[in-house]
């Protein structure tokens, strides 16, 4: 990626993050902002801890300050999150138990094992390391682990290797010491038989120290993820650093830092100026569309506020205001619309999130494995058996690899699929509604369309969609319309998760009418205010920004296409709402 297109890049994200900061300002109002002028003092800084000689990952220099890629990284994401950190860095089993004693709060490089899970939580990999067997010159050759039985074997303590060796049953040929630069000081002083430890710390030690009577005599024996790592239950803090991580791999910083200090002995990364540049050309929309639906949202509630103190005041002028509504019924729609765009908007947001968290997790695993060795570890795998790929064994990744493929075409469809139809839905419509529309088709772009809003209200949602339904005449937007508000009505009367939500079409042979039933096991509505759920500026939640504008509007599409909405409900047992509407209209 060029200089100007990462800046660019850049300048994209810091200016969403702005207008984010600013639309929670403006939506939090004056008590957000006595909040922020109360909290002045500084933010603790957070330690970061890290192995004093591991280069080039992190070590001390020569002037005793701490250094590598893993510091620069470290020091990256705190510049981009706005955070304070200061590192500490002792021997690697030190740093191990004051992660888990809380003297240190974050673990700058530490590999991924099932095993270390119990007691750590891990960010997604920053980078591979490959781990190899070093032996003198005169050394008999191996070629894998297995060939060690029985040997003298060098590893740091509470290592990877330590551990991953430990597994496979070597604890009696374990020579422990503090640093990876005394495992190999010891075996070229001739004592012991190998050391097992990563490859670029070994070639950097070996090199740095001339230890010339030392080489890897077997390479890529163990692939392990290096991450992140915070003690179990910190998962708040390990946020912040994923989402650092991610935007240093979308600006190009990430891979500067890689290329400086691994790029002449890592893998190759894959080029991201496509994927940024999309990600751009879709953030910078959707932040400005939310912009627009919030200001527009609260210029409507005042809008609405005060016409219903006009409304109270001009009890007389009842039939006039009525008949200035019936004109602007296309208005009115389209305000509905964007309210309930506002809710919507959130959810796509955290849509758009998932797919795009899939490719970031998941590309560059899957590239290196099908580029670079497919059809050599297949080859591997019918020689010699199985052996791990990625800490996993190659049996499980071959079947899994196709799986990851599909999750990333999946996530790629339904970004394109939800801001597509987002875009439509709040595109103002004024057609006649003389099409024939596809019911089914219709109900679940609704149900689309509120996703988050279900998933954020029960965990019991169900749709039941009859088969061969006929088509209807009307305007596919404006039933849609309908749909979202008694879908969004239904979420918002659950008292908790674990209440239901079920939803059917069918055909009503009788009356020559499809039929969409919504059942809420939600708090039901008391009978007085049945008849007047249909009115205009008619609600039970404007103290939670309710307009009275949704059953209102979604009453008038009906009877525009000459259909009927019904109500049943019983307080404290749920709400039924049943939507008819004829197949065959005159046209």
């Known amino acids: 990626m060029g200089t100007a297109t990462r800046r660019y890049m850049e300048k994209i994200i810091k200016s969403g993050a702005l207008l984010a900061s600013a639309l929670i300002f403006v939506c939090a109002g004056p008590a957000a902002a006595q909040s922020v002028e109360m909290d002045l003092s500084p933010p603790a800084a957070i330690v970061i801890g890290g192995d004093r000689d591991y280069p080039p990952y992190e070590f001390l220099d020569k002037d005793g300050k701490p250094a590598g890629y893993n510091v620069d990284l470290t020091k990256a994401i705190a510049d981009v999150m706005g955070m304070q950190v200061e590192f500490r860095f002792g021997g690697w089993s030190e740093m191990r138990s004051a992660l888990m004693n809380g003297s240190v709060d974050v673990l700058q490089g530490i590999s991924y094992s099932d095993d270390r899970t119990k007691t750590v939580s891990f960010s997604p990999p920053h980078t591979i390391i490959n781990h190899a067997i070093f032996a003198r010159r005169d050394s008999l050759p191996v070629a894998s682990l297995e060939d060690l039985r029985g040997k003298e074997i060098v590893v740091f303590r509470d290592g990877i290797m330590h551990d991953y060796l430990v597994s496979l049953g070597f604890n009696q040929n374990l020579v422990m010491t503090d640093t990876p630069a005394d495992a190999l000081r010891l075996l070229a002083s001739g004592r012991h038989d190998y050391a097992v430890l990563a490859m670029l710390p070994g070639m950097y030690i070996i090199r740095e120290h001339k230890l010339s009577n030392l080489v890897p005599v077997a390479k890529s024996i163990s692939t392990q993820r290096y991450c992140y790592g915070v003690k179990k239950g910190n998962e708040e803090l390990l946020a912040r650093f994923n989402e650092g991580l991610a935007i240093l791999k979308k600006t190009g910083r990430y891979q500067e830092i890689y290329d400086r200090w691994l790029g002449v002995l890592g893998p190759p990364k894959v080029a991201w100026e496509k994927v940024l540049w999309y990600g751009g050309l879709v953030l910078v929309p959707l932040l400005t569309i939310l912009a627009g639906t919030v200001i527009w949202s609260r210029t409507l509630q005042k809008r609405v506020t005060q016409r219903t103190a006009e409304l109270a005041l001009e009890v007389t002028e009842r039939k006039r205001a009525l008949e200035e509504l019936r004109r602007h019924q296309d208005k009115l729609i389209q305000a509905d619309k964007m309210a309930s765009l506002g809710i919507l908007v959130a959810g796509v947001a955290h849509e758009i999130n998932n797919p795009n968290g899939l490719i970031l997790l998941n590309m560059p695993i899957l590239r290196e494995v099908y580029r670079d060795a497919e059809e050599v570890l297949e080859a591997r795998y019918q020689e010699q058996g199985d052996f791990t790929l990625g800490g996993l064994p190659y049996s499980r990744m071959r079947n899994e690899v196709p799986c990851l493929l599909e999750e990333m075409q999946e996530g790629a469809n339904r970004i394109k699929r939800i801001v597509e139809e987002l875009k439509d839905f709040a595109r103002q419509d004024v057609s006649a509604a003389t099409e024939p529309v596809d019911f089914n088709a219709a109900v679940r772009t609704a149900v689309r369309l509120v996703d988050s809003s279900i998933r954020s209200a029960t965990n019991r949602f169900e749709a039941d969609y009859a088969s061969n339904l006929p088509t209807i005449t009307g305007n596919a937007q404006r039933i849609e319309q309908v749909v979202v508000n008694l879908i969004l009505?239904?979420?918002?009367?659950?008292?908790?998760?674990?209440?239901?939500?079920?939803?059917?079409?069918?055909?009503?042979?009788?009356?020559?009418?499809?039929?969409?039933?919504?059942?809420?096991?939600?708090?039901?509505?008391?009978?007085?205010?049945?008849?007047?759920?249909?009115?205009?500026?008619?609600?039970?939640?404007?103290?939670?920004?309710?307009?009275?504008?949704?059953?209102?509007?979604?009453?008038?599409?009906?009877k525009e296409h000459d259909g009927s909405l019904e109500f049943d409900s019983n307080p404290g047992t749920g709400t039924s709402v049943t939507l008819k509407l004829p197949c065959s209209r005159r046209i």
């Not at 007085?528 to 009453?555: C, M, N, W, Y």
């Open 489 to 558: 009505n239904a979420c918002q009367s659950l008292p908790d998760p674990e209440r239901r939500i079920a939803l059917t079409t069918a055909y009503d042979r009788t009356t020559d009418c499809v039929v969409l039933e919504l059942t809420d096991q939600g708090v039901g509505i008391a009978p007085e205010h049945i008849q007047h759920l249909t009115d205009p500026f008619f609600t039970t939640k404007r103290e939670s920004g309710g307009t009275g504008l949704g059953l209102s509007v979604s009453a008038s599409i009906v």
